[in-house]
């Protein structure tokens, strides 16, 4: 038996978890401009001090609610809804009609001017809590239907945007960037340089640390594209990527749930002007001067799954096995979950997206030909953020987390999960049986003159089903996997389930010396 991570504790800075579950499933509202814009005077959120909202804008985030879809009854039913609605809204688009449905709108009265903070309109969007949001969408770069287009994802703060040239000139489709600001009229200068080719989606700073998932779903619902790289802003493309990922889109939409990663690459001690490689010919070329993104030992683990030695001599793409932390940058349909709000500063905010994806049963499939590269910076101030309180903002609010996801698509077994299973012919001759101390499953079945059936397993996998037939002293434990559970076992005087049987199946053969397991037996077909 192996001890799975679980802390009831929760540190969460922008909703209850009950709260920010619904907001990672709800649909995204539809811009609503009668009711979701307001002035700007109304909030008071421009000062490099994080302010707070007046009443006027206080109020008007109160009653700026928009109609959203009535929860159904379980949360897989509403993640149904929200990927058919996006679906059909992707596939309604049009060129002529690139801004309804799921993207942003334009902030400034004149786009081909100047923006001046004091003229713009924000709108409101839900994001597990409620953000104030511009947007100053590219003036000159010529979109295709948004059906068909692929917009590079990213998000960042102002100090960042330096590192966007080096992309642009890789990345010869749409861009969405959220770009974090504290000071909106002194930010929006910053932005002049490169508003011809970039949507920037300005999110009002409302909160002392950097909001980094919800900047991520901020610059992915209002991407003009109905599919998304998403990377950080410290990364740059291989030449033609996007021409690359256009040509392959045919055979990427037949692959259904999948995202399709791109190996992340760094060069180690390179001047942030150094050369980077075009193609991957040009990587190859290199040697043991590039290697994979986070190859210190402590790291490695997040991109390893990649498979890096295999990339290197693939033509075709090829499925990676995920482990978590697996957390690579991807491309993916826009109706992949949301990346979730809990998570702010720098810590797991990908780790546990790429989690939820492989619970919700996305894949992820590496492109042979396509990568990105790391560009050497400075270490930004928010980053300083994670360590602030590590256990308590970090570990925890990550727990708290994996049981959500667990619970929502049914990964993992809890204490408290009852299900109702179809009753089994009588002349199968189903019993649950409880096994000697040390015994299998094989032997405990065999004295009653029946076989272990292990495709019954999950039947007896419930603490409501060993709290029946044993004595459950210190309660039933939902903490634990492995191959030999349910059963009682004596150390802990504690009946525990297997609460991860797709992962650790059953096995009728095993024994171990301190369980007394619960087998379930029948006839000998």
């Known amino acids: ?156 703060t102002v100090d960042r945007l330096k590192m ?52 991520r779903n901020v610059a992915m619902d209002n991407a003009r594209a109905a599919y998304v790289v998403i990377a950080d802003a410290d990364f740059v493309p291989s030449d033609g990527m996007y021409e690359y990922i256009k040509a392959q889109l045919p055979e990427m939409r037949q692959k259904g749930k999948s995202v399709f990663v791109l190996p992340a690459f760094q060069i180690d001690g390179a001047d942030p002007e150094a050369a980077i490689p075009l193609t991957k010919e040009e990587l190859r070329a290199m040697g043991e001067g590039i290697h994979q993104v986070h190859n210190d030992a402590s790291r490695t683990i997040a991109h390893a799954n990649t498979d890096y030695t295999r990339w290197m001599g693939a033509s075709e793409m090829y499925k990676a096995q995920y482990k978590f932390p697996y957390e690579p940058y991807f491309l993916a349909p826009k109706t992949i979950p949301k990346f979730d709000p809990r998570f702010y500063g720098y810590g797991n905010d990908k780790a546990s997206h790429c989690y939820e994806l492989n619970a919700a049963g996305w894949s992820f499939e590496i492109l042979p030909e396509a990568f990105v590269v790391h560009v050497t910076h400075p270490q930004g101030s928010w980053v300083q953020q994670t360590f602030m309180d590590p256990k308590e903002r970090v570990a925890r609010t990550l727990t708290t987390f994996l049981v959500d996801v667990d619970r929502r698509y049914g990964t993992r077994k809890f204490a408290d999960d009852v299900t109702h299973f179809p009753p089994l012919d009588e002349r199968l001759g189903f019993e649950t049986v409880v096994g000697r101390l040390g015994e299998s499953c094989e032997v405990a079945c065999a004295d009653r003159g029946k076989v272990c059936r292990k495709e019954w397993s999950e039947r007896v996998n419930e603490c409501g089903v060993l709290e029946k037939h044993l004595t459950c002293v210190q309660g039933c434990n939902d903490g634990f996997y492995g191959s030999d559970l349910p059963a009682h076992n004596t150390q802990r005087d504690q009946c525990l389930i297997n609460n991860s049987p797709k992962t650790v199946a059953f096995n009728c053969a095993v024994t171990y010396q301190f369980s007394r397991r619960l087998c379930p037996c029948g006839v000998k077909l």
């Open 1 to 156: 038996m192996v001890a799975a991570v679980r802390d009831p504790g929760y540190a969460c800075a922008h909703a209850d978890a009950h709260a920010a579950l619904h907001a990672l499933l709800a649909p995204t509202p539809r811009p609503d401009p009668y009711n979701r814009w307001r002035r700007p005077e109304l909030v008071d959120t421009h000062s490099r001090e994080v302010g707070r909202l007046s009443p006027s804008a206080a109020s008007a985030l109160k009653n700026a609610h928009t109609h959203t879809l009535t929860p159904p009854a379980s949360e897989s039913e509403i993640q149904a809804l929200v990927e058919g609605e996006r679906e059909e809204q992707i596939k309604s688009m049009t060129a002529d009609q690139p801004m309804r449905a799921l993207y942003g709108t334009e902030s400034s009265k004149d786009p081909s001017k100047p923006l001046n903070a004091s003229e713009m309109l924000f709108r409101i969007e839900h994001h597990g809590y409620q953000c104030l949001v511009y947007s100053s969408l590219a003036r000159t770069h010529t979109l295709g239907p948004p059906a068909e287009e692929v917009s590079w994802v990213t998000q960042l």
């Open 164 to 215: 966007l040239p080096k992309m642009l000139s890789r990345w010869r489709g749409p861009v969405s960037v959220a770009l974090y600001s504290q000071n909106l009229a002194a930010d929006v200068l910053e932005i002049e340089e490169l508003r011809d080719r970039v949507d920037f989606h300005i999110v009002g700073a409302s909160q002392g640390m950097y909001p980094v998932n919800t900047l």
